[in-house]
Nanobody
Framework: VQLQASGGGLVQAGDSLRLSCAAS????????VAWFRQAPGKDREFVAA????????YYADSVKGRFAISRDNARNRVYVQMNSLKAEDTAVYYC??????????????????WGQGTQVTVSS
C-alpha cells in the first residue's frame, strides 16, 4: 500500500488544520490507521489512531480534545482535524497503516506502511 500525507502548513497558534492520508493499493477501511509526528531531535510519537471499521479511536493525551481522527471510506482516506494548534504541535506528521491486530496502537513498530510526512509549523 502507498500512503500520501498532505495538508500541512504554517499556521498561527490557535488555528486549525486538517491533514489527509490517501491510500492506494489497499482499502483503508480494512485496517487500523494512525498518525504520528516527529519534531526535530525527538522520537516519533503517537498522535491518534482509528481501528478498522472506524469504531474505536485513540488519542495521545497531548492532543485529546483538540484533534479528531476520522475516515472517508468512499475516498479511501483518513483525516486528522487539528484544532487549537499550539507551538508544541510543530512537527512532521506521518500516517501509517497496520495490517495485523495489535493492542499497542501507540507503538510505531506495530505499523507496516508509512506515508512520506507533511510538515506542520505553528508559530506562537
Amino acid at each position: 500500500v502507498q500512503l500520501q500525507a498532505s495538508g500541512g502548513g504554517l499556521v498561527q497558534a490557535g488555528d486549525s488544520l486538517r491533514l489527509s492520508c490517501a491510500a492506494s493499493g489497499r482499502t483503508l477501511s480494512s485496517y487500523a490507521v494512525a498518525w504520528f509526528r516527529q519534531a526535530p531531535g525527538k522520537d516519533r510519537e503517537f498522535v491518534a489512531a482509528i481501528r478498522n471499521g472506524g469504531g474505536m479511536r485513540y488519542y495521545a493525551d497531548s492532543v485529546k480534545g483538540r484533534f479528531a481522527i476520522s475516515r472517508d471510506n468512499a475516498r479511501n482516506r483518513v483525516y486528522v482535524q487539528m484544532n487549537s494548534l499550539k507551538a508544541e504541535d510543530t512537527a512532521v506528521y506521518y500516517c501509517a497503516v497496520r495490517l495485523y491486530h495489535s493492542v499497542q496502537y501507540y507503538d510505531p513498530k506495530q505499523y507496516d506502511y508509512w506515508g512520506q510526512g507533511t510538515q506542520v509549523t505553528v508559530s506562537s
